[in-house]
């Protein structure tokens, strides 16, 4: 019986496998070691290593020493992410005398032959290579050479390690490396051999010569094996796994003479491919020539019969093949899509059952299964229906399997979807619960960034990660990763299909970041791109003459950005911003919401001293002395032309260097605008700061600038005061006020609108007291 399905005492798991139930202490902080190591491998350069300049391989520091569980920690992290372990990563461990290295697990990774010789010399106790495509025959040699400490031994679809064109027809006269064995590792007690289904018989003949002390034999995928009679010397033999083997009917003797196997896997995936002609004859004679047998998987193949039951010493079996079992049960019982529905049946002599009929079975299936990608996919579609339905009793274990098979399974693509896909449910409804607590926030949103990290140009791997996190606080939830999760935002938003759903539910994600983050955020989207993305989108747009919901957003986003962000509006202007903003007036002069976030944007860019001069054109300034006009989106419109004037008329008359339109006849025209507007309109802006309000409310020289100032700060304090007069009082505009009402040139209409801001923070600030 394998270790991982052992039971777990957690209360809230009931039967279920050991490790699934991860969530009982969620709300623990991360632990301390877990960020250092986060944070090592993100920054080898700055904390441990130093990097050759022509090589651009890494070695430790000098005089730095490693221990064995800080360096098998640092590869384990390194593994676990999305970068992959490299030739240059693993060149930290060549020297064993300042590291030190036992068991070594790489998945996916892009080491070569000369590295796993450096992995090797440590004389490793467990080595494990799963995917790793450039590794060659030359590793046999490394294996052997240094391979005598070693207990355990994985390789999964390495195939230029074993090529077909050599091992399907073994001659070992001829391979330089062997000698009567393909590798010599005499102390071996584990050893997989998964994936090299071109190979012929004789080849495991001469592999398993060499392997006398083995314990656990594991050759999935592995095609023909022949008959199996030679391993007969294999009497130690506890674990035997022959998942998705070819012709097994052929090698049923020679498994029943492993006497000491506790726990046999003889299951399929592939249709047609587990078919015995005489199924309960072959499932019994099994069962009763090996006496230890506690764990067994025949899921996939007929070997549970029809259903037909029958009874031994009063005890029903509703798996024929079984009855021998009835007063012994297995520990576990593998009956994920048999024939006949053997999982739905109701007398089956196990304690843990992997099938399809309920929850728990489901849940046991992934565990079992969790390495096994073309099960697993399975596995995962049917607890996607569990949660799109909300049939989900153990949350917290449903949800760990998800975590963890999208962790172990970042580059298979329909894993990734159909894990995307369940996390969208769990977080919209029935894993509310859980997903409250920060920490599992962090796991289920890394595990969306990773997957659309590795499949950024899948539309539904998108759509589904982009979907999931929008039902999450944003920004809150996101700003620990917020770099990455803005780079695939961005990417939505350039590298996908043009109107594409992904494309917009990307952006509307991007602007509502750039709306709610502070200012150094806003400074990292605009490094990152922001802006020139967004004009790559309205150049689009222009292009096509379309003005939608995507061209509205990009205008929308570049406001928000640009809040109190003067980098990110000189970054808008060199894009030549301008132009941009005069073509979409051009070709779009009657879209409101448009309209009202171009000149959302031009008001940030105008509250920048340095860059007013950017504005200070002719056929700018006619442009906003005409919206002044506007009666688009309420106000709106007109009242950002006039913010935008003012700042640029609160630099003095000298600055104003065009002729037409005159300054006076602007200032004048915006005053009559103010005087029309509704001091009790309501507003669709969000102030976060009135400083550059509050500074153009000293501007004595020109009282057209202290107009729209003081009407700004009545308006918003009249109509939302709980959110605004104490943000005048905290950034100390009464006093500004009370000496412009004091000072003898502001006309009597700019002081009563400034005695109007005061009087509404005098009833706000007495209701607070009252309250």
């Given at each position: 019986m394998?270790?991982k399905?052992l039971q777990?005492?957690?209360s809230?798991?009931?039967?279920?496998?050991?490790?699934?139930?991860?969530?009982?202490?969620?709300?623990a902080p991360?632990k301390?070691?877990?960020i250092?190591?986060?944070f090592?491998n993100?920054h080898l350069?700055?904390t441990?290593?130093?990097?050759?300049?022509?090589t651009?391989?890494l070695s430790?520091?000098p005089?730095l020493?490693?221990p064995?569980e800080?360096c098998?920690?640092?590869?384990?992290v390194?593994t676990n992410?999305c970068t992959?372990?490299h030739?240059?990563?693993?060149n930290?461990?060549r020297?064993?005398?300042s590291t030190?290295?036992k068991?070594?697990?790489?998945?996916?990774s892009?080491i070569q032959d000369s590295?796993?010789?450096?992995?090797?010399k440590h004389r490793?106790?467990?080595?494990?290579i799963?995917r790793?495509?450039d590794l060659?025959?030359?590793?046999?040699k490394?294996?052997?050479?240094?391979?005598?400490?070693l207990?355990?031994?994985?390789?999964e679809?390495?195939p230029?390690?074993?090529?077909s064109n050599i091992?399907?027809?073994?001659d070992?006269?001829?391979?330089?490396?062997?000698?009567?064995?393909?590798?010599?590792?005499?102390?071996l007690?584990?050893?997989?051999m998964r994936?090299f289904?071109?190979?012929?018989?004789k080849?495991y003949m001469?592999?398993l010569?060499?392997?006398?002390r083995?314990?656990?034999?594991d050759?999935?995928?592995?095609?023909?094996l022949?008959?199996?009679n030679?391993?007969?010397?294999l009497i130690?033999l506890?674990?035997?796994?022959?998942?998705n083997?070819?012709n097994?009917?052929?090698l049923v003797?020679a498994?029943?003479?492993?006497?000491?196997l506790r726990?046999?896997d003889?299951?399929?995936s592939r249709d047609d491919?587990?078919?015995?002609e005489?199924?309960?004859?072959?499932?019994r004679t099994?069962?009763?020539s090996?006496?230890?047998?506690?764990s067994?998987?025949i899921s996939?193949?007929?070997?549970?019969?029809r259903?037909v039951?029958?009874t031994?010493?009063g005890h029903?079996s509703?798996i024929p093949g079984?009855s021998s079992r009835?007063?012994?049960p297995?520990?576990?019982l593998?009956?994920?899509?048999?024939?006949?529905?053997?999982?739905?049946r109701?007398?089956i002599?196990a304690?843990l059952i992997a099938?399809?009929?309920?929850?728990e079975q489901i849940?046991v299936a992934?565990v079992a299964y969790?390495?096994?990608?073309d099960m697993?996919?399975?596995v995962m579609?049917?607890?996607?229906?569990?949660?799109r339905?909300?049939?989900v009793?153990h949350?917290?274990?449903a949800?760990?399997?998800?975590l963890?098979?999208?962790?172990?399974?970042?580059?298979?693509?329909h894993?990734?979807?159909?894990?995307?896909?369940?996390?969208?449910?769990?977080?919209k409804?029935?894993g509310r619960?859980?997903?409250?607590?920060?920490?599992v926030k962090?796991?289920?949103i890394t595990?969306?960034?990773n997957?659309?990290t590795?499949h950024?140009?899948?539309?539904t791997?998108m759509r589904?990660?982009?979907?999931t996190?929008c039902?999450f606080?944003i920004p809150?939830d996101v700003?620990?990763?917020?770099e990455?999760?803005v780079?695939i935002?961005?990417?939505?938003?350039?590298?996908?299909?043009q109107?594409?759903?992904v494309?917009?539910i990307?952006?509307y994600l991007?602007?509502?970041l750039?709306?709610q983050v502070?200012g150094?955020?806003?400074v990292?989207l605009?490094e990152?791109g922001a802006?020139?993305k967004?004009?790559?989108?309205?150049?689009?747009r222009l292009g096509?003459?379309i003005?939608?919901d995507?061209?509205?957003?990009?205008?929308?986003?570049?406001?928000n950005v640009?809040?109190?962000t003067?980098?990110?509006?000189?970054?808008?202007?060199e894009?030549k911003?301008?132009?941009?903003?005069?073509?979409?007036l051009e070709k779009?002069p009657?879209k409101?919401?448009l309209?009202?976030?171009?000149?959302g944007?031009?008001?940030n860019?105008a509250?920048v001293t340095?860059?007013?001069?950017y504005?200070?054109?002719p056929?700018?300034?006619?442009?906003?002395s005409?919206?002044?006009?506007s009666?688009?989106d309420?106000?709106?419109?007109?009242?950002?032309?006039?913010?935008?004037i003012?700042?640029?008329a609160s630099?003095?008359?000298e600055v104003?260097?065009?002729?037409d339109?005159?300054r006076?006849?602007v200032?004048?025209?915006m005053?009559e605008a103010?005087e029309?507007?509704?001091l009790n309109?309501p507003?669709?802006?969000?102030?976060?700061?009135?400083?550059?309000?509050?500074?153009?409310?000293?501007?004595?020289?020109?009282p057209?600038?202290q107009?729209w100032?003081?009407w700004?700060?009545?308006n918003?304090?009249?109509v939302?005061a709980?959110?605004y007069?104490?943000l005048?009082?905290k950034?100390?505009g009464l006093?500004?006020?009370e000496?412009l009402i004091q000072?003898?040139?502001?006309?009597q209409?700019?002081?009563?609108l400034?005695a109007?801001?005061?009087d509404?923070?005098r009833?706000f600030?007495?209701a607070?007291l009252?309250?």
């Amino acid at each position: 019986m394998p270790e991982k399905m052992l039971q777990n005492k957690c209360s809230h798991s009931k039967a279920l496998p050991a490790g699934v139930c991860s969530f009982c202490n969620s709300s623990a902080p991360d632990k301390l070691l877990d960020i250092c190591f986060d944070f090592i491998n993100k920054h080898l350069l700055e904390t441990i290593c130093y990097e050759d300049r022509l090589t651009g391989k890494l070695s430790l520091n000098p005089g730095l020493t490693l221990p064995l569980e800080i360096c098998e920690r640092l590869l384990s992290v390194r593994t676990n992410s999305c970068t992959s372990v490299h030739s240059h990563f693993v060149n930290i461990f060549r020297d064993t005398n300042s590291t030190r290295l036992k068991r070594v697990r790489l998945r996916k990774s892009k080491i070569q032959d000369s590295d796993l010789e450096i992995l090797l010399k440590h004389r490793l106790v467990e080595l494990e290579i799963c995917r790793a495509s450039d590794l060659t025959r030359n590793c046999i040699k490394y294996i052997t050479k240094y391979g005598a400490s070693l207990l355990s031994l994985t390789i999964e679809d390495c195939p230029k390690i074993f090529p077909s064109n050599i091992y399907s027809k073994l001659d070992l006269s001829n391979d330089p490396f062997c000698n009567n064995y393909i590798f010599l590792t005499p102390n071996l007690k584990r050893f997989a051999m998964r994936g090299f289904s071109q190979i012929q018989p004789k080849f495991y003949m001469t592999l398993l010569t060499m392997v006398p002390r083995i314990t656990h034999l594991d050759l999935s995928s592995c095609g023909d094996l022949g008959s199996f009679n030679y391993t007969d010397h294999l009497i130690h033999l506890t674990s035997l796994v022959l998942y998705n083997v070819d012709n097994l009917e052929l090698l049923v003797d020679a498994i029943c003479e492993l006497k000491n196997l506790r726990h046999l896997d003889v299951s399929q995936s592939r249709d047609d491919h587990g078919i015995y002609e005489k199924p309960s004859k072959v499932l019994r004679t099994l069962v009763q020539s090996l006496p230890k047998l506690t764990s067994l998987d025949i899921s996939g193949t007929n070997l549970a019969g029809r259903g037909v039951a029958e009874t031994t010493n009063g005890h029903v079996s509703d798996i024929p093949g079984l009855s021998s079992r009835v007063n012994n049960p297995l520990q576990y019982l593998g009956l994920y899509e048999t024939s006949h529905d053997a999982c739905l049946r109701h007398d089956i002599p196990a304690k843990l059952i992997a099938g399809n009929a309920n929850e728990e079975q489901i849940l046991v299936a992934a565990v079992a299964y969790l390495d096994r990608t073309d099960m697993l996919q399975k596995v995962m579609n049917e607890l996607f229906h569990m949660f799109r339905f909300e049939n989900v009793v153990h949350v917290g274990q449903a949800l760990n399997i998800v975590l963890e098979a999208m962790g172990r399974h970042l580059d298979e693509r329909h894993i990734q979807i159909s894990g995307s896909a369940t996390l969208f449910y769990v977080v919209k409804g029935t894993g509310r619960e859980l997903h409250d607590d920060m920490k599992v926030k962090r796991r289920i949103i890394t595990a969306l960034l990773n997957g659309m990290t590795v499949h950024k140009n899948d539309d539904t791997m998108m759509r589904n990660g982009c979907l999931t996190l929008c039902q999450f606080k944003i920004p809150m939830d996101v700003l620990f990763d917020y770099e990455r999760l803005v780079n695939i935002l961005l990417h939505s938003v350039h590298g996908m299909a043009q109107e594409s759903f992904v494309q917009r539910i990307g952006i509307y994600l991007l602007n509502s970041l750039a709306c709610q983050v502070d200012g150094f955020q806003k400074v990292k989207l605009g490094e990152l791109g922001a802006i020139d993305k967004m004009m790559w989108l309205i150049t689009e747009r222009l292009g096509r003459n379309i003005c939608d919901d995507v061209l509205e957003v990009a205008w929308s986003t570049m406001w928000n950005v640009t809040d109190e962000t003067p980098l990110n509006c000189l970054k808008f202007l060199e894009n030549k911003g301008m132009e941009f903003f005069l073509s979409c007036l051009e070709k779009f002069p009657d879209k409101e919401e448009l309209l009202r976030n171009m000149m959302g944007l031009l008001g940030n860019v105008a509250e920048v001293t340095e860059l007013r001069h950017y504005l200070i054109r002719p056929e700018y300034l006619s442009v906003f002395s005409r919206l002044l006009d506007s009666t688009s989106d309420g106000i709106e419109v007109s009242y950002n032309a006039a913010g935008v004037i003012s700042h640029i008329a609160s630099d003095g008359e000298e600055v104003w260097t065009v002729t037409d339109p005159p300054r006076n006849y602007v200032l004048s025209k915006m005053i009559e605008a103010i005087e029309r507007w509704d001091l009790n309109s309501p507003r669709n802006i969000n102030y976060r700061s009135f400083e550059p309000i509050l500074y153009l409310v000293t501007v004595s020289h020109t009282p057209a600038c202290q107009h729209w100032a003081v009407w700004a700060l009545a308006n918003l304090t009249t109509v939302y005061a709980d959110k605004y007069c104490a943000l005048v009082e905290k950034e100390g505009g009464l006093p500004l006020l009370e000496e412009l009402i004091q000072h003898p040139s502001p006309p009597q209409r700019v002081k009563d609108l400034a005695a109007i801001v005061i009087d509404n923070c005098r009833k706000f600030h007495e209701a607070s007291l009252d309250g």
